[in-house]
């Protein structure tokens, strides 16, 4: 017998019309918390502000998605992790 899974959670909140292109801001600063040091990041738009704090090995998990993500874009981008810039593909697939 299988256990049926749950559906995967949505990336954004589709129903929320306030989303959208626009320009955002990532800033990120080491911080000592009473938990050790953490990673905060915070990213601000025209419609939120979310900041989270990060452990070192949560840090590199994001940093490797963003990575991973960022490589397969058709379009313009660019995400800098560990100092590496990924080159982003053309429309071409290339």
């Avoid at 025209?46 to 998605?65: C, E």
Wanted: proline fraction near 9%.
């Amino acid at each position: 017998m299988t256990i049926p899974q749950p559906a995967p959670v949505p990336a954004w909140d589709e129903g929320n019309h306030l989303l959208g292109g626009g320009p955002a801001q990532l800033s990120t600063k080491l911080t000592d918390t009473p938990f050790g040091q953490m990673l905060a990041m915070t990213v601000r738009t025209t419609s939120a502000t979310v900041t989270v704090f990060l452990a070192g090995p949560d840090a590199k998990t994001w940093a490797a998605q963003l990575t991973r993500d960022s490589a397969l874009m058709s379009g313009a981008g660019l995400v800098v992790a560990n100092g590496v810039v990924p080159k982003a593909k053309g429309g071409d697939g290339s």
